[in-house]
DNA sequence: CTTGATACCTCGGAAGCCGAGGTATAGGAT
DNA sequence: ATCCTATACCTCGGCTTCCGAGGTATCAAG
């Protein structure tokens, strides 16, 4: 069942929703809820993983965080996340470019 | 190692390749790699089993054709596969708008 | 007769995504 | 007191997708 309706974009999106700043998993998920205006509302079972799987590759570091009684996992950027959003937006770009390409439309 | 260069939407370019007219798999790797401006080189390993896929659900039909010593294979769009074009035409630009929502983008 | 283009194919496995299910706290409603 | 909802984290298991590697065969050119 994989990829869906999101089409392998996951790491551009939790990236790029931690680009302006840290913050916790659940966070993570509303910032794109809200910055795609509802149409990427991601399942938590993707979300976590992915951002074990990011911060094991070096692309963010996370601390834990007490609020009010919950625990949260903070994610940050690292450098290296910083200049693998660079390339992952180039690399969106150009699938997009040529997707557009293959269906003829003016881009 | 799924999904890598291509999105999810290979699918997507081998209906949109065969809208126009018939062709057998050879073809349609040089037509998307046409249309699509060099960006994509599908390999053989992944349309063959695409087009057998997409003819088990219906959306395409086929049949042998002999051309000067070589036999083809020659797929057909059904009108179950040009509504599937339709609907994944319809997911690719949902799915394009979302992206470039969260990205911030301009659209 | 070898090479390259054309043309088809399968196998096996990596990677990705996510439903289902689990744990726990806080706050508000019943 | 109890229940529900929201917040907040997590893993397991399995389906799916894509593709490198490898295989078969024909034809034309060198």
Redesign the pocket.
């Known amino acids: 069942?994989?990829?869906?309706?999101?089409g392998?974009?996951?790491?551009l999106l939790l990236l790029s929703a931690l680009r302006a700043e840290p913050a916790?998993?659940?966070?993570v998920i509303e910032e794109v809820r809200r910055r795609s205006e509802q149409a990427f509302d991601?399942?938590?079972?993707?979300v976590?993983?992915?951002?074990?799987?990011l911060e094991q590759a070096g692309m963010l570091d996370s601390e834990w965080a007490e609020?009010?009684?919950?625990?949260?996992?903070?994610y940050r950027l690292t450098s290296k996340g910083r200049s693998a959003l660079g390339k992952r937006r180039g690399e969106w770009l150009r699938l997009r470019r040529g997707i557009g390409a293959a269906l003829g439309e003016a881009n």
Chains 1, 2 share one sequence.
């Open positions: 069942m994989a990829r869906e309706s999101l392998g974009q996951l790491d916790h998993g659940y966070a991601l399942p938590e079972s993707s976590y993983p992915a951002l074990h799987r609020v009010s009684g919950r625990r949260r996992r903070v």
